[in-house]
T-cell receptor, first 115, second 111 residues
Framework: GAVVSQHPSWVICKSGTSVKIECRSL??????MFWYRQFPKQSLMLMAT?????????EQGVEKDKFLINHASLTLSTLTVTSAHPEDSSFYIC???????????FGPGTRLTVL | QKEVEQNSGPLSVPEGAIASLNCTYS??????FFWYRQYSGKSPELIMF????GDKEDGRFTAQLNKASQYVSLLIRDSQPSDSATYLC???????????FGAGTRLFVKA
């Protein structure tokens, strides 16, 4: 149980385009999901907390107009990287909060490369 | 600023030995504590969680919690080369939904 999927697993795009990443909790409902970014050999960095039916809460220094988050259902949150640039290339990982144990389960991640 | 501190390592142990990973945290009110394993290029996977002071065992893994000392540890018995990974200590913040992650300890198990 407590499986989280992400799609796509990797994406390559041109500078200036937008990319949407989906995060789904497959066997449980998640009112809260989280989006992280991780650069090579660095720590996880929380970008934002996504709550179903309400606006996401962004961490300090994360541009909300650049990283659009939508949590439209209890099993789906999306992250859209708008007008992507090479410096946005990173490993984006979502997690979903499993209420029963108050535990975060992570998706497999999406590797974004912006050319 | 709530913090979770881990020794970055690398920690190197021979196959079959016990690996001991340690973590301290600053949020005195925290009640939920987690250990995740992250292989290179992959996302973190949950190993175990612990809420009460003392030890919690799951297979070869034992988590230890001491809230008075604000200290969490993970013991891996009979370490295997496949245990080589980065181990993340995580602490749920008091009164919120966020979990604060440590930077991780890199573990190498030598065959």
């Amino acid at each position: 149980g407590a499986v989280v999927s992400q799609h796509p697993s990797w994406v390559i795009c041109k500078s200036g385009t937008s990319v949407k990443i989906e995060c789904r909790s497959l066997d449980f409902q998640a009112t809260t999901m989280f989006w992280y970014r991780q650069f090579p050999k660095q720590s996880l960095m929380l970008m934002a907390t996504s709550n179903e039916g309400s606006k996401a809460t962004y961490e300090q220094g994360v541009e909300k107009d650049k990283f659009l988050i939508n949590h439209a259902s209890l099993t789906l949150s999306t992250l859209t990287v708008t007008s992507a640039h090479p410096e946005d290339s990173s490993f984006y990982i979502c997690s979903a909060r499993y209420v029963d144990t108050d535990t975060q389960y992570f998706g497999p991640g999406t590797r974004l490369t912006v050319l | 600023q709530k913090e979770v501190e881990q020794n970055s390592g690398p920690l190197s142990v021979p196959e079959g030995a016990i690996a001991s990973l340690n973590c301290t945290y600053s949020d005195r009110g925290s009640q939920s504590f987690f250990w995740y394993r992250q292989y290179s290029g992959k996302s973190p996977e949950l190993i175990m969680f612990i809420y009460s002071n003392g030890d919690k065992e799951d297979g070869r893994f034992t988590a230890q919690l001491n809230k008075a000392s604000q200290y969490v540890s993970l013991l891996i018995r009979d370490s295997q080369p496949s245990d080589s990974a980065t181990y993340l200590c995580a602490v749920k913040e008091t009164g919120g939904f966020k979990t604060i992650f440590g930077a991780g300890t890199r573990l190498f198990v030598k065959a």
